[in-house]
């Protein structure tokens, strides 16, 4: 059972648009969530975390968005560059919970092109 | 500052063979985890500690060992290789979320794990 859910494998925008990325997830007991960027043959690296107390936090052209009541996250950059050319995961745990023991999503592959 | 440091990088194995995948940190972190990625199923936790002497299962631990006896290492160690085991192994380290940080983990570089 998928508990956080990437549906989109892959997403390809044009350099200076906005990329949004989309994330479910279905424990309602989840109250942290991330997003984090992996290239190839790297290790994953955190982008930013919205607590479920809060519905949006920034940082610089990331802006992530909780909607609690659709159990619905996404990510949105703007303005997008080659360099965000990469897999996101978004991941999630619960209440107290460890942020070692994170659920991830599958994954969406950005491609962002000159 | 390293980081989170992994051994090997890349290792084959024969079914049947056990080996032990290590991983360092230098950043005094509390929480350790080691997840696998598989293509189309993201990353799965193995197992993690959140310190020295405390360990517990993630959500795939069938065939894997760990131990935390000091808090910079968390070695992880398969016991009967499997072709199943094949995959890619990113240990992670992180600071229990608080006021002052998010907890976010931090990664290794990974190990490419081959069974044939």
């Known amino acids: 059972d998928q508990q956080v859910k990437q549906n989109s494998p892959s997403l390809s925008v044009q350099e200076g648009r906005i990329s949004i990325l989309n994330c479910d997830y279905t424990n309602s007991m989840f109250d942290y969530f991330l997003w984090y960027k992996k290239y190839p043959a790297e290790g994953p690296t955190f982008l930013i975390s919205i607590s479920s107390i809060k519905d949006k936090n920034e940082d610089g052209r990331f802006t992530v968005f909780l909607n609690k009541s659709a159990k619905h996250l996404s990510l949105h950059i703007v303005p997008s560059q080659p360099g965000d050319s990469a897999v996101y995961f978004c991941a999630a745990c619960t209440y107290g919970g460890a942020t070692n023991k994170l659920i991830f999503g599958t994954g969406t592959l950005l491609a962002v092109q000159p | 500052n390293a980081g989170v440091t992994q051994t090997p990088k890349f290792q084959v194995l024969k079914t049947g063979q056990s080996m032990t995948l290590q991983c360092a940190q230098d950043m005094n972190h509390e929480y350790m985890s080691w997840y696998r990625q598989d293509p189309g199923m993201g990353l799965r936790l193995i197992h993690y500690?959140?310190?020295?002497?405390?360990?517990d299962q993630g959500e795939v631990p069938n065939g894997y060992n760990v131990s935390r006896s000091t808090t910079e290492d968390f070695p992880l160690r398969l016991l009967s290789a499997a072709p199943s085991q094949t995959s890619v192994y990113f240990c992670?380290?992180?600071?229990?979320?608080?006021?002052?940080?998010?907890?976010?983990?931090?990664f290794g570089e990974g190990s490419r794990l081959t069974v044939l």
């Open positions: 992670a380290s992180s600071y229990p979320r608080g006021t002052t940080n998010t907890g976010e983990l931090f």
């Open positions: 500690s959140v310190g020295a002497g405390i360990t």
